[in-house]
């Protein structure tokens, strides 16, 4: 549980016998000043003091790791949870822009054979709280940094559309509360075709990224398993109802592997299902794990594949790697500290971020 798990309502049985307008002043601090309960100046010293004691106002994450990379500019932390489940999530520090990557479950249930976070299998939903807290640390952070956190990607651990009524919930604390604009928001899946359905009519105007990998039913059963129950003519019918109803730009993710969805007649199904969609493609060179020793596509061979998209009428852009040396790049999270690795601190929950 997450002192972000509370409603309004029970903000308000926290403080009752204090005056009404006590609520939200907790919540402004909790949310928009990023602040612990006993840094609340605006609130009586008294109150302070009681509410940083108070156990549902209690932090869920506990900083175990940190690691950084690029330089600085990412950061990747790993946290505990309150019952030893570990999830991690990732800052990136860009010139216009600071994105935080963060985890809807600890490890995950959807088994991608590329992915660490999948050959590590799944631990439990997260809270709404947890969701919400690692956008607030993040937040916290950048703003140590001097930076202003504005966007926000649900690509870290797990499969968010498996958590949906909880990440919907993130995602409504994330902009009314925080403050967060919507369209800087990021849902990606790996296909769970229910899921997108329902974000058809989701009130809020976030995005939707679509981890596809593959554009033909026996090489996605392979690298994505979740497409033996929901394949391709099922997920693109699911893609085409959410396009028509949000007027959203759709993408697709496309880990780029050497010798198996880089190839000529890899561009051609890909560009078959993207083009009818206005999809864009965002082309990752796949990133190494443990479990999956495959090499990801050379650089020329991605520029290849790129110019095939491109005549064939496809928008496709390379996504830059960020964080490849702490395993902090797509596919990579795995929620384990680099013992000995000297890049790593150790840190407790009051420090940073």
């Known amino acids: 549980m997450s002192r972000y798990d509370l409603t309004r309502a029970e903000l308000a049985a926290l403080l009752r016998g204090e005056p009404a307008y006590r609520v939200n002043q907790l919540a402004d601090g909790l949310y928009r000043q990023l602040a612990e309960p006993a840094e609340l100046t605006a609130l009586p010293a008294a109150l302070r003091a009681r509410l940083g004691r108070a156990p549902e106002l209690a932090g869920a994450l506990d900083l175990v790791a940190e690691q950084r990379a690029d330089a600085g500019a990412t950061a990747k932390w790993l946290f505990a949870l309150h019952d030893g489940a570990q999830i991690e999530a990732v800052l990136m520090h860009a010139p216009r822009r600071s994105t935080v990557c963060i985890s809807s479950q600890a490890g995950c249930a959807m088994a991608c054979s590329f992915c660490a976070t999948g050959q590590a299998g799944f631990v439990r939903q997260l809270s709404t709280g947890e969701i919400v807290e690692q956008v607030v640390r993040a937040a916290r952070a950048a703003r ?110 496309w880990a780029l592997i050497a010798g198996r969805n880089d190839r000529e007649r890899d561009a051609d199904e890909l560009a078959a299902i993207a083009r009818p969609l206005g999809a864009h493609v965002n082309l990752i060179p796949l990133n190494p794990t443990p479990g999956f020793p495959v090499l990801g596509s050379p650089p020329a061979r991605v520029d290849a594949f790129r110019a095939a998209l491109a005549a064939r009428g496809v928008n496709a852009t390379l996504r830059r790697t960020r964080g490849r040396t702490i395993d902090a790049a797509c596919g990579q999270l795995a929620a384990r500290a680099a013992a000995g690795d000297a890049s790593v601190r150790a840190l407790s929950m009051r420090g940073a971020p």
């Open 144 to 253: 140590a940094a001097e930076r202003r956190l504005d966007h926000v990607v649900f690509m870290g651990m797990g499969e968010p559309l498996a958590n949906f009524e909880r990440v919907a919930r993130a995602v409504g604390v994330i902009v009314d509360e925080i403050g967060i604009a919507a369209r800087h928001v990021t849902i990606s899946t790996v296909g769970v075709v229910p899921g997108i359905r329902r974000l058809s009519t989701f009130p809020r105007q976030v995005n939707l990224a679509v981890s596809l990998h593959a554009a033909n039913d026996a090489l996605r059963d392979e690298l994505v398993p979740l497409n033996r129950r929901y394949p391709l003519s099922e997920l693109t019918d699911a893609c085409a109802t959410y396009v028509a109803a949000t007027r959203r730009r759709l993408s697709f993710e």
